[in-house]
C-alpha cells in the first residue's frame, strides 16, 4: 500500500516523464542525422535496476522502443551477471545487437547505470537510429540480406565509458565501419549528452522529494497500469478471435509469409498466439522476440491509450512465439526489415480486437515505411547518402475518418520535411501530394496515401527500396474496405520499371534528371461504407480524397461538380445497392 497521496503521485509522474522527455529533446536537437533530428527516429527512459523493466518512457520518442529497450538493459544486467561483475557509476554501455535489445542494427543503445548514496537507484537509456552502421547497403535497409552481417556492424554490449573513463578505442572502431562517420560521432555524443542531462534532472528530483516516495512511486505506476490493463481486458468479451495479414515476400523467395494471430480473452487475461506464423525466412523480414513483444506493446497502447507507459501495460498478457517463426529468431538471421514486420503484427491485433468489439479498433494504417535510400559521391568526392522513409494512409475509426498522409503507427516521429531532404542531399521533389481514391472506403474512410517523386540532381546515384504492401492492401474493419497498395516506379534510359517484388529492389541505377515515383497505401476504412453521410463524401470530392468516380461506384454517392450530393439520384442509388 502506497502512501503516496493521489495529487503527488500524479505530479511525481509528470516530473518523471519531463525528465525523459526533455533527454528526447536534447538529442533531437542536437543530433546530426536527419532521421533522429528531423524524424524523431529515437527514445529514453528510466528503466528498473533488478530487472530492467520500463519505468518512464519520453512522450516524442518512439513507442516501439517501451517494449523493446527493457531487453536492452536486461541484457546489460545480465552480461554483467554472466561476468561476475556489477555495473559502476560512471559505466556506459553501448551496442546495437537487435537479438538482445530488440529492432534492428541501425538502433544504437546507450545504458547507463544510475547511482544515489552508492546505490544502484535505476537505469537511464537512449536509443537512436544511427545513418549508417556499415553493410552492404548505404542505410543499411537491405532489401536482399540474408545473414546480419550484410546489413551492418553488430556490436554487443560493451563498456563505451569505464567508471567515468571514456574508451576511446570503441569509437574509433565505431566510425571506421561507417560511411558517414561525422554522423556517427555527432548522434553518439547527442546522445551522451541526454544521458548526462537525464542524471543531472533524476538526482535533482531527489534532491527535492527523496528516493522512498520516487521509489514508491515507480511501483505505484507500474502497478496502476497493470490494473488498468486489466480492467480493460475483462471489459472485452472472452472468447477466442482470429486474424492473419501478409508481407509480400522476403526480399529474396517472391512468396508471400503469413503473420497469425490467435488472440483468447479470458479472467482479465489475453494470450497472444502468433504459433500459425510462417516460419523464420531467408530475407531480412525476421523480428526477434522482444520487437515483437514490443510491437505488441505498441498496438495495445493504440487501443488501450489512457494505460501509463510503462511496463505494468504487459502484466496481464501471455505471449506465445515458437523459437522457429520469424517473429523470434537469432543470429545471424537478418532483421535489417524490422520495421515492416511489426506493423503487420499491429495490423492483426487491430483486426483480431475489432471482432471482440469494433467500438474500440480501427482500420490498419499504411503498413510500410517505404525505406528508400540513395547514395553517391559528389564532384567533390564527397560521399552523400540520403535515408528516409515515407507517410500514408491511417486507418478509419470509430469517431471519424482516418489520418491523411501520416506516419507509421510504430511511433510518434515525424515524415523528414522535404526541405530539410533537398537540402541536405542532391535531389529535388517534383511532387509531394495526397493520393486520391486510395483510403479505404467507409462509414468513416481510412486516410489517404501520398505520392512522392523526386530527381536526381547529382550525376548518378545508387537506390535500394525497402518497403511493403505492393500485393496485400491494408484491411479495414467493421465493415470498412482496404486502403490501396503499395506503388512504386524508377526511370531509366529505356522508360519506366516497378521493381520485380513490387516493394523491394537493390543496385537501382540513377543517372542526373532521372525520377523515382513512389504511391503508398492508404488506411482501411471503418464501417459500411453505405452508411456514410453524402455530404461527407461530397466534401471529399471537393477536397479531392476521392474521385466523382469513386464516389459512385464506392458510396453510391452522385456528386456534381462542385462537390455537392444529389440526394434524391443518392438515396435511389444507395436503395439500388441494398436491394
Known sequence: MTSIDPVTLSVLKGRLEQIADEMDATLFRSAFNPIIAEAHDASHGLYDAKTGDTLIQGKSGLPVFVGAMSFAVKAVIDKAAAAGEVPQEGDVYIFNDPYDGGTHLSDFKLVRPFYRNGELFCYLASVGHWHDVGGNVPGNYNPVATECFQEGMLIPPVKLYDKGELRQDIITILQANSRLPGSLYGDLNGQLNALDLGVQRLHKLLDEYGETPISETLVEL?????????????????????????????????????????????????????????????????????????????????????????????????????????????????????????????????????????????????????????????????????????????????????????????????????????????VRFTQWALRPDSGGVGAHRGGCGAIYELELLEEKAEVFLFGERGKFAPPGVAGGSEGAKNLFKYQQDDGEHSPPMASKMVGIKLTKGQRLHLETPGGGGYGPALERDPKEVGEDVRLGYVSPEAARADYGCVIDDQGRPDMNATEALRRERVS
Open 222 to 426: 507500474r502497478k496502476r497500469a497493470a490494473q488498468l490493463m486489466s480492467s480493460f481486458i475483462s471489459e472485452l468479451p472472452e472468447g477466442r478471435y482470429a486474424a492473419e495479414d501478409w508481407l509480400d515476400n522476403d526480399g529474396i523467395t517472391d512468396e508471400p509469409l503469413k503473420i497469425a494471430l490467435d488472440m483468447e480473452i479470458r479472467d482479465g487475461r489475453m494470450t497472444l498466439d502468433f504459433s500459425r506464423s510462417s516460419q523464420a525466412c531467408a530475407g531480412p523480414v525476421n523480428i526477434a522476440r522482444s520487437t515483437t513483444v514490443a510491437s505488441c506493446y505498441v498496438a495495445l497502447k493504440h487501443i488501450f491509450k489512457d494505460v501509463p507507459a510503462n511496463a505494468g501495460v504487459l502484466d496481464p498478457i501471455d505471449f506465445v512465439i515458437p523459437d522457429n517463426s520469424l517473429l523470434s529468431v537469432k543470429a545471424p538471421k537478418p532483421v535489417g526489415g524490422y520495421t515492416e514486420t511489426i506493423l503487420r503484427v499491429i495490423d492483426v491485433i487491430f483486426v483480431a480486437l475489432s471482432q471482440a468489439n469494433p467500438a474500440i479498433t480501427n482500420g490498419c494504417a499504411y503498413g510500410t515505411i517505404n525505406a528508400l535510400s540513395l547514395a553517391g559521391h559528389r564532384k567533390d568526392g564527397r560521399r552523400w547518402v540520403m535515408f528516409s522513409f515515407f507517410g500514408g494512409g491511417h486507418g478509419g475509426h470509430p469517431d471519424g475518418d482516418g489520418l491523411n498522409h501520416g506516419n507509421a503507427p510504430i511511433s510518434t516521429a515525424t515524415i523528414p520535411p522535404l526541405e530539410i531532404l533537398e537540402a541536405a542531399y542532391p
